[in-house]
C-alpha cells in the first residue's frame, strides 16, 4: 500500500492507494479514529457495487454505519441534494462525534465534503473515490463545494479529509466515458507541474485505458504527490494553488450554460484546455506544436476539444461569474507556457477568449 503525505500542520493527513483492499479499510478507521458510528454517502450504483463490502469492513471493528444514497448526476450536487443528507443524519441521531464517508466520484466528494463540513459546524470526513477523476484529483486538497444554477462550485468551503483511501481496483466497473473523463484531470497535471507524467500517458496510453493495475496506480499516485505538492504550499487557493485551474475556467463556464448535463467535469475541462492553449498560443507564451501535442493526447483518450453548437456568449457570461476572476472582473487563465510549466495570467480580454473559442468551435 502506497502512502502520500499531505503536510498541512495540524490539517495534515495520509492518502493510501492500493487494489482489491476496500474489505480492509474499517482496520484504517479505526487506526485513525475513535468512533462507532458512521454514515456512507454515495449513490445507487456505487452502493449496489461497493457498499455491502464497505459496510462490512466497518461492522467488523464495532462501527455501525448507514448509507445515503444521493440520484447519480451533477445536478444533485445543490441545496436540495445537501438537504437529502442533512436530513437523513439528522433523522439517525448522527452527531459531531460521527463520521461522514464519501463513497462515489467528484459530485459525491464534494456534495458529502460539504456537508461533512456545515453539519453541526463540522464533522471528520473520509475520502472514498471510486472515479479516476476523483481518485486524481478532487477527493486530495480539501475543496467541497456545491452548484448554484448560475456558476459551478460557487458555494462551498475548505475542509480537509481525515484520510483518502484509493482501492484502483474499483475502477475496473467505471464506465469507460468516466474513465476518459479522469484521464482530463491527468493531463492537466502533466501540463501544469509534471512533464515525465505527460510523456507517461503518452507512452502508455493503451495500458491505461485498459486499465491495466500498474499504470493506472502510477498515473493516481503521480496525480496524487503533485497536487499534495501544491496543496502543501497553498491549502485556500491564495496563490499558486490556482495553476490547479487549468482548463477549468472555460471548463466550468461550459458545464454551466450546458446545465451540467452535455458534458461530464473532464470533458468539459478538455475542451477547457484546448482553449486556454489556443489562447496562449495567440498571446505568444506557447509554442504551436506544444498546444497540438496537448490535444492530441487529449483526442487519444477519447476527450473533445472542440464543441461546435456551444453558446460562445453564454459560456463567457458564466465565466465572469466564477469564483475565480480576480479583483478587475477578469478571470484569472492559467496559460501553459511548455509541458510540465504553467502560469496565472490576470490580462486575459474577453476579445482573447472569444477569438480561441471561435477558433477552437470549428470542427
Do not use: W
Not at 464506465?175 to 484521464?183: F, N, V
Not at 503518452?202 to 503533485?226: W, Y
Request: proline share 3%; hydrophobic share 40%; aromatic share 6%.
Amino acid at each position: 500500500m502506497q502512502e502520500i503525505h499531505v503536510d498541512l500542520g495540524k490539517n495534515s493527513y495520509l492518502i493510501y492507494i492500493d487494489k482489491g483492499t476496500l474489505s480492509k479499510f474499517g482496520n484504517i478507521v479505526k487506526n485513525h479514529l475513535s468512533i462507532n458510528k458512521a454514515a456512507i454517502v454515495t449513490n445507487g450504483i456505487i452502493n449496489g457495487l461497493y457498499g455491502d463490502t464497505l459496510k462490512a469492513s466497518l461492522q467488523s471493528v464495532g462501527i455501525d454505519a448507514i448509507t445515503i444514497e444521493i440520484p447519480d448526476g451533477e445536478e444533485y450536487k445543490s441545496f436540495n441534494g445537501a438537504m437529502m443528507i442533512f436530513d437523513a443524519l439528522a433523522d439517525n441521531h448522527l452527531t459531531r462525534n460521527s463520521l461522514i464517508m464519501a463513497l462515489g466520484g467528484g459530485v459525491i466528494g464534494d456534495l458529502a465534503g460539504f456537508v461533512s463540513a456545515t453539519y453541526m459546524r463540522g464533522v471528520p470526513l473520509i475520502q472514498i473515490p471510486t472515479s479516476l477523476l476523483a481518485q486524481v484529483d478532487s477527493s486530495v486538497g480539501g475543496k467541497t463545494a456545491i452548484n448554484h444554477p448560475k456558476a459551478k462550485n460557487m458555494i462551498g468551503v475548505f475542509h480537509q479529509p481525515k484520510f483518502v483511501f484509493i482501492d484502483v481496483d474499483v475502477l475496473k466497473t467505471l464506465p469507460e466515458r468516466e474513465l476518459k473523463a479522469g484521464l482530463a484531470e491527468v493531463i492537466k497535471h502533466g501540463m501544469i507541474m509534471d512533464s515525465e507524467l505527460f510523456y507517461y500517458m503518452e507512452d502508455n496510453l493503451q495500458e491505461i485505458l485498459c486499465i491495466d493495475p500498474q499504470s493506472i496506480e502510477q498515473i493516481v499516485a503521480r496525480s496524487c504527490k503533485d497536487k499534495a505538492k501544491i496543496v502543501e504550499q497553498d491549502e485556500k487557493e491564495h496563490n499558486i494553488r490556482a495553476i490547479l485551474n487549468y482548463g477549468h475556467t472555460v471548463g466550468h463556464g461550459i458545464e454551466s450554460v450546458t446545465d451540467y448535463s452535455v458534458y461530464r467535469h473532464g470533458e468539459a475541462v478538455s475542451i477547457g484546455m484546448a482553449v486556454a492553449g489556443k489562447i496562449a498560443v495567440n498571446m505568444g507564451i506557447l509554442k504551436p506544436d506544444v498546444a497540438n501535442r496537448q490535444n492530441q493526447l487529449l483526442e487519444k483518450c477519447g476527450l473533445p476539444i472542440a464543441f461546435p453548437d456551444l453558446n460562445i456568449d453564454g459560456v463567457l457570461d458564466a465565466i465572469q461569474l466564477d469564483k475565480k476572476t480576480n479583483e478587475s472582473g477578469r478571470p484569472r487563465f492559467v496559460l501553459a507556457k511548455d509541458i510540465g510549466e504553467a502560469i496565472i495570467v490576470e490580462n486575459v480580454s474577453d476579445d482573447q477568449i472569444r477569438r480561441a473559442m471561435m477558433e477552437i468551435k470549428k470542427p
